[in-house]
């Protein structure tokens, strides 16, 4: 058996530790070691998005990180997005616009669109087109995908003013 | 004819409707956007193995013989499984390539054709023993190209394939059938043309792209019982097609559909299904097996490729007399690409009555093709639509115009024997006149193109269940896939006819064991036809309801009516009861009779035909050939939008799939036969930034044979894309491209030959 490295990192904010092969990313470690589901494999290659989650406050495709890696780590994933019943605006958005058909590459899309709004509150639909061009979708056509995050963005800068 | 239909839809045009038309939140989003929706991917079963499928590196080879022996002993290794443990099947026939295209036997028939499989306690240990798999190949020549793999002397995939539809085929042939489909007489058609067009087209294999991967877990009890969990859209015709191949009983396998990460046909056939439970009763340990990306490239989907002529004539008032084809069909490895819906409908839309179709399926080294929405049929009107552009342009009419003159109306009888009821077509050729799109100004620079298509819409066997909880709320269950919100549009119609909020219908996919048998979920068959059947469940559990409340009140049964939710005295006569909602006749049920609920199935008829009009302005790069959309209207009629934001949705989803069949997608062979694009990085999908909003306009003209008049609308938005992109390029370049994707390359190609010839 190959060895096993003992990694601790927080994850959307509790603390956790796990035994790592060298080569499993942080998608292998997420679904099948901490039964964080909610982060999805669509290529494991980095070119559809599906996987995407935060590491230290940075967007990344957890396809393309080693676990090893996220040693000390701050991860966030889908399943820490709600706070208890409140849904994040962005996650309630995309629920009323049908910013989502079959869901798969939903997580992380709302993920990555949380990451923008984080860093461009008010985007443009280009901005927004371009930012998420990472995170491929088969269904929507991305139409309502862009109109829930305009919506999202709008509402949240609305509360903070 | 065992086709039934439910006897009276009660369709009332006037009928004031509560929920139907509005866009409540679907009951399955939540899951969704907090990631605990369970996919295939999602299921994690205590003592689960990883299972890994080893594939042929090689496009055509005989496998002489396969040592598993190294694997097996590889510590970790629970079962290794190859074509010796598949029962045998006789070649050519449906079971034996289905057999074959899961587990190659006599020979691998395509890069990527399944070998060997094993399953171990870790993916690490399961890679590694494929590494330990010894397969001994001859490798035969290969052939890619349909039309390559027609010629004599190329290399046959089946000896045993004779032509069927050719007299006298007695010789092993690439080319599966031949199909003629006719009417009236194009000779006298054409002879009364003024202008006459004939081009030649080829479109590319493209993949389906689902962003997941299929994905599965198989149990198997030592006494024979199998659980498979799967995303699928087809859950009874998986059970049914593995109990033929693995020779199970149907009642000893029972398969759960997981939420499904798009399909689009592309899951209405197995892959590593049959493969994981022979692993699963070989190791007596759950079984997960999960395709990667460059699997599900090389070796699942994608659509057919095509070659067609496509020749059509005119007379200067807009008539058009005749119309011929000629279509090739790639269909991978083994028959099963669905051509004959082709000349089936390729031209139904117009009037026509003089028709001549001549169609091939032809086999060569590529995965078998699977199902994409409205299956081969947006190949060949990308083909039909120039035509008719082109037609269009050389007496000087307006291409929607063209199309109103030629549209079909109720009455029409169409090349594949049915005769239309009311259609929309013309109201959808009126609406795109009258959009704002259409009649704002072309920008400069830019060009615009327009197209239709048609998609018949299907019905099928299809069951549900409806139960009527203790506190009245309903509870469906569903024979049909969700592939992207069929769920709560049912849940509408529920509602709708018992006259309750939405919110209290809940509704779940059933597994095999909990209905009989449901067709695929495809061809735009689950709103229609699950509706109906749900629809025809609530009204028994009305009439069931209504006795209870004619029990509990002591009068005649014929003496309750129920009317927006509520069960009443039919008249003064009956005698003075308050009106009882089903929460309180539900209350009652224990004394009564016990449960209350409603059970359909049927074979479901009465599709209405769908058709669109798409309209897309685009620019093109002079320097680079690149094409941008800037502006897309889809318009299309619903017969009734149940949910519009979800038709939206459809509508939008299908026009952003043509643009990338439109602009990028193919598949690349190296002359080794191997693909070279298995990846999402090389196999270029739309991104959200090569895309402008998509705008729709729903047209309603309603199916009378529906309670509330739809139609089914997932094919038909893909069906004119890539002919509208064409046509527009076509505007701006000055030569209507013939090829698809429409790539830059190609492009300035075109662009040069349109300078020589002083275009452009």
């Known amino acids: 058996m190959s060895r096993k490295y003992h990694v601790t990192a927080t994850v959307n904010g509790d603390e956790c530790e796990f035994l790592c092969e060298a080569q499993q990313t942080l998608l292998d470690i997420l679904r099948d070691e901490l039964m964080l589901s909610g982060t999805k494999e669509g290529c494991g290659t980095g070119d559809c998005g599906a996987c995407t989650v935060m590491v230290d406050g940075t967007m990344v495709c957890s396809c393309l990180v080693l676990a090893v890696e996220t040693e000390g780590g701050r991860i966030e994933t889908i399943e820490g997005m709600a706070k208890g019943d409140q849904l994040h605006p962005l996650q309630r958005n995309f629920l009323e616009l049908n910013g989502l058909q079959c869901g798969i590459c939903t997580p992380g899309i709302l993920i990555a669109a949380k990451a923008l709004l984080a860093r461009n509150p008010d985007p443009t639909e280009t901005e927004i087109r371009y930012w998420l061009a990472g995170n491929l979708c088969r269904c929507t056509g991305y139409d309502k995908i862009i109109r829930s995050v305009q919506a999202a963005a709008k509402e949240m800068r609305e509360a903070r003013s | 004819m065992t086709a039934t239909i439910l006897e009276n839809s009660g369709y009332n045009r006037d009928k004031k409707l509560k929920i139907v038309g509005t866009s409540p939140v679907k009951h399955d989003g939540l899951d969704k956007v907090t990631g605990r929706a369970r996919f295939g991917a999602d299921l994690f079963l205590p003592g689960m193995l990883v299972g890994k499928i080893l594939r042929s590196p090689h496009a055509h080879a005989i496998i002489r013989s396969i040592d598993i022996s190294a694997a097996e002993r590889l510590a970790g290794v629970k079962a290794v499984v190859t074509r010796d443990d598949f029962p045998e099947i006789k070649a050519g026939t449906p079971g034996g390539d289905m057999t074959r295209n899961a587990m190659a036997r006599e020979k691998a028939l395509y890069d990527g054709h399944p070998v060997a499989a094993v399953c171990a306690t870790s993916e690490a240990i399961a890679k590694h023993a494929l590494k330990l798999i010894k397969v001994d190949y001859e490798v035969l020549p290969h052939v890619i190209d349909p039309v390559e793999a027609m010629k004599p002397g190329a290399p046959v ?56 991967p299929q994905s599965c877990v198989a149990t198997a009890t030592e006494d024979g019982q199998i659980e498979l969990w799967c995303c699928t859209q087809a859950p009874w015709v998986y059970r049914d097609r593995l109990t033929e191949i693995l020779k199970i009983d149907q009642a000893k396998i029972r398969v759960t559909q997981s939420e499904m990460g798009g399909g689009f046909g592309g899951k209405t056939g197995f892959y590593a299904e049959p493969v994981a439970i022979l692993l699963a009763r070989k190791a007596k340990r759950p079984v997960k097996i999960t395709l990667t990306r460059n699997e599900v490239f090389r070796a699942t989907g994608p659509v057919s490729g095509t070659r067609s002529r496509v020749k059509m004539g005119v007379k200067k008032d807009g008539t058009i007399t005749a119309a011929e084809a000629e279509l090739i069909f790639q269909t991978g490895a083994f028959t099963g690409s669905m051509f004959f819906n082709a000349p089936q409908a390729m031209f139904t839309r117009y009037n026509l009555e003089n028709v001549k179709t001549v169609s091939y399926e032809v086999v060569s080294n590529r995965p078998k093709v699977n199902s994409f929405r409205a299956p081969c049929v947006p190949q060949v009107v990308f083909g039909v639509e120039g035509v008719v552009d082109e037609l269009a342009r050389k007496i000087g009419m307006d291409p929607i115009d063209l199309r109103l003159k030629n549209a079909a109306t109720e009455g029409y009888k169409t090349i594949y024997g049915e005769t239309f009821g009311p259609i929309g077509f013309v109201e959808t050729l009126q609406a795109a006149k009258k959009c704002e799109h259409y009649n704002s100004p072309v920008p400069e620079g830019q060009g615009r193109g327009v197209a239709a298509g048609f998609w018949f819409n299907r019905g099928g066997e299809t069951t549900g269940t409806l139960n009527v909880a203790t506190d009245g709320s309903i509870t469906l269950i569903l024979g049909t896939s969700d592939v992207a919100g069929s769920r709560i549009s049912i849940s509408m119609m529920a509602a709708e006819e018992l ?16 209905l009989g048998f449901n067709r695929v979920t495809a061809g735009s068959r689950t709103t229609f036809a ?21 029990q509990i009140w002591g009068v005649p049964e014929e003496g309750v009516t129920f009317e927006d939710g509520y069960c009443r005295p039919a008249s003064s006569n009956v005698g003075t009861f308050e009106p009882m909602s089903i929460a309180q006749i539900a209350a009652k049920t224990t004394p009564t009779h016990g449960a209350i609920a409603g059970h359909s199935e049927m074979n479901v008829t009465g599709a209405g035909p769908g058709f669109g009009l798409h309209i897309v302005d685009v620019e093109v790069d002079k320097e680079t050939g690149r094409v941008d959309i800037k502006r897309y209207t889809v318009v299309e009629d619903a017969g009734k939008a149940i949910h519009p934001l979800q038709v939206e949705g459809q509508y939008q989803g299908g026009a952003v799939q043509g643009i990338g069949w439109a602009l990028n997608e193919e598949y690349y062979y190296g002359e080794d036969g191997r693909m070279q694009n298995a990846s999402f990085l090389d196999y270029r999908m739309p991104v959200a930034s090569d895309v402008p909003m998509i705008d729709t306009e729903i047209v309603e003209v309603p199916n009378p044979r529906h309670p509330y008049g739809l139609r089914g609308v997932g094919e038909v938005p893909v069906v004119p894309t890539m002919a509208a992109i064409a046509n527009a390029i076509g505007a701006a370049i000055g030569i209507r491209p013939q090829s698809l994707p429409m790539s830059p390359p190609k492009l300035l190609k075109l662009m040069d030959e349109a300078r020589g010839k002083g275009g452009g």
Do not use: C, W
């Open chain 2, 157 to 212: 995939l089946h000896q045993h394939v004779r032509t069927k539809g050719i007299k006298g085929a007695d010789q092993p042939s690439n080319v599966i059938e031949r199909l003629d489909l006719s009417m009236g007489d194009v000779a006298k058609g054409f002879a009364a043309a003024d202008v006459i067009v004939e081009r030649e087209y080829d479109t590319k294999p493209m993949h389906q792209g689902y962003i997941e």
């Open chain 2, 499 to 514: 006259g309750i909020p939405v919110d209290k219908v809940r509704a779940v996919m059933a597994d095999t064991h909990s």
């Open chain 2, 530 to 550: 699950t509706g109906i059947v749900i629809v025809d469940s609530a009204r028994k559990a009305i009439t069931e309801l209504s006795k209870r409340a004619a």
